[in-house]
């Protein structure tokens, strides 16, 4: 399997529940060895060892070829940056250092992350709402895998893991949520101030660390320890239809009382995209997120919600440069991303 | 005729010399009747007196019916602003107060202000730069107006202002310029710069005391005291010919050097004219101002310059509410001005 071929993410299909409002679900389990120390404080000999270990006997022997495995040492900036952006590693993963790599399948809905913060990061990715699946899901992987290794396990705790906040249950739960009306209509802040309220967290496009862009935000629980995997679904099951009615209300009030506002958004992002010979991601991220209101809205009924998910992916640097096929200057990048999307636009 | 029909002003026809990147030029004369005291210093009753005179006894009687005569004071704001908006009249004249009209000629090249700061401001308007031409069309009609009324006038000075700047020629010549390259391109201030300093003045789209908007700007003589006409005609034949190369140069550099940014500029302008649902005056100008040049380099061939110089004028407050006839709230106005730029762009 090319590296390439990672940007169909089949999470970005714009189908499963809810997907006007709910682009993908993502759950996490951070795992760590018994036997092993904990990252940061492996040497490098250690830290060779256990890639070598978690990758032959615990990945390969597991899932044999359905998974794909790179060590991130292997690769330059440009492959890594596209495992980033088709959300199969970590910022962290990206920017970190020591020995260290990932396994993922064929679609981009499983990775697991080898010597992140923990030994393991186990996730999984789907589109729209669909965290109990998902969590049966990742739970059925997790136990394999257990099978094979010892996990660093505490019964009054739970799981250990690098940083106080993951032990318990080392589940983190998210959405990517696509809030544009509560963006235009400054309703945003009250989601944020709801969401934090209950011990949720608020973050952007790729998670920790990252910028909310085109009004795409992330929403995950925070706590781990003391809670059970179904209590933490069900911290976001409270908060989770309230977000997305209140979307679906902001957007059907635009429609009805400002109807020329929510027009002008769309067809200008359109125009723009359709037409526009340079442009920064940034952008071109804010018109998509209009572009795709549009479609859900039936304002736009000539380009597929399939093909506006792939373009949200494949502007970004990392997958632009790769299927240009060459390192580019930000401002050639920025001419090859407006002629990607005029053609994927046109091609429709 | 109807006072609508002065929004199809033949000077913005787009035709003439140097057409590309001069879009008008304009010549005014400042004139006092002997007899009368100046603006500012007569009474109500004088003021009429002045008022009726110079309509019936010198405008009605010198160019009969092809010259219409508007009183301000009968007008409402609108159609003052649709005056305004056809370079028929000055903003002073708009906002002024006191007894004052104004005679002009169907195809809108000519206009006679009266009780403006002076007596009389004799005006003509043509497309292009064809300051020798209107300068004798001009002195032809200031002619025959001398032959009625008895002129204020010095043999030390020439002729008497209100005004001290306007003593002498009372002659104010000026052009207005399209200088989209060297915006772009930050090379303008250099322009003015260099305008400045050989006492030319850079103004905005609609004279003294308005903004330069979409990349338009107006340069006129100061000096009328001790200068023929002739000379203050040469003071701006100095400095034309190399504001029209530059700005030729800087395109032709942009297009070579830089065709995808001026690319983008054009058609995303083209884009966003042809999609908006509401757009702003303001913006509106920006982007018919890289259309107009987007045409002119022949990147655009579906667009004629005249539908885009109507839309500059069509599209002003004014001209906008009379199209539409009625008065409308400015977010109203955004969206008719969007619709009416849509269907011209259309039509083409």
């Known amino acids: 399997m090319s590296l390439k071929s990672a940007y169909m993410g089949a999470w970005l299909k714009g189908e499963g529940p809810e997907s006007d409002i709910v682009v993908s679900s993502r759950l996490r389990l951070a795992r760590n060895l018994e036997g092993f120390k904990f990252k940061g404080r492996m040497g490098e000999d250690e830290e060779l060892l256990l890639e070598a270990h978690l990758?032959?006997?615990?990945?390969?022997?597991?899932?044999?070829?359905?998974?794909?495995?790179?060590?991130?040492?292997?690769?330059?900036?440009?492959?890594?940056?596209?495992?980033?952006?088709?959300?199969?590693?970590?910022?962290?993963?990206?920017?970190?250092?020591?020995?260290?790599?990932?396994?993922?399948?064929?679609?981009?809905?499983?990775s697991i992350m080898i010597n992140e913060e923990d030994h393991l990061r186990i996730q999984v990715l789907a589109p729209g709402l669909a965290l109990r699946e998902q969590l049966h899901r990742i739970n059925a992987i997790d136990?394999?895998?257990?099978?094979?290794?010892?996990?660093?396990?505490?019964?009054?705790?739970?799981?250990?893991?690098?940083?106080?906040t993951n032990v318990g249950t080392g589940l983190r739960v998210s959405v990517m949520l696509h809030l544009p009306a509560l963006a235009l209509s400054k309703h945003i802040q009250k989601v944020f101030n709801a969401v934090e309220k209950v011990n949720l967290a608020v973050r952007g496009f790729f998670g920790e660390g990252s910028q909310a862009l085109g009004d795409f935000y992330q929403i995950s629980n925070q706590v781990t320890l003391g809670v059970s995997q179904e209590e933490a679904l069900l911290e976001l099951d409270k908060v989770l239809p309230r977000i997305i009615e209140y979307e679906r209300d902001v957007r059907q009030a635009l429609l009805d009382d400002e109807r020329k506002v929510l027009e002008d958004k769309?067809?200008?992002?359109?125009?723009?995209?359709?037409?526009?010979?340079?442009?920064?991601?940034?952008?071109?991220?804010?018109?998509?997120?209009?572009?795709?209101?549009?479609?859900?809205?039936?304002?736009v009924d000539d380009v597929s919600i399939d093909a506006v998910n792939k373009l949200f992916l494949i502007i970004q640097p990392g997958h632009l440069q790769s299927l240009v096929g060459s390192e580019l200057l930000p401002e050639d990048r920025d001419v090859e991303r407006a002629s990607i999307i005029r053609k994927e636009l046109q091609d429709d």
Do not use: W
């Open 143 to 164: 136990d394999t895998l257990a099978e094979q290794v010892p996990y660093s396990f505490n019964t009054d705790f739970g799981f250990l893991t690098t940083c106080p």
């Open 266 to 299: 769309v067809f200008r992002a359109m125009a723009i995209l359709q037409n526009a010979r340079s442009i920064p991601t940034e952008e071109a991220m804010v018109h998509l997120s209009f572009l795709r209101m549009g479609i859900f809205l039936q304002m």
């Open 55 to 110: 990758r032959e006997k615990v990945v390969d022997s597991t899932f044999g070829d359905n998974m794909c495995y790179l060590s991130l040492n292997e690769l330059d900036d440009l492959d890594r940056l596209l495992l980033v952006e088709s959300h199969l590693i970590s910022l962290e993963h990206f920017n970190g250092d020591g020995r260290r790599g990932v396994a993922y399948d064929q679609s981009g809905s499983v």
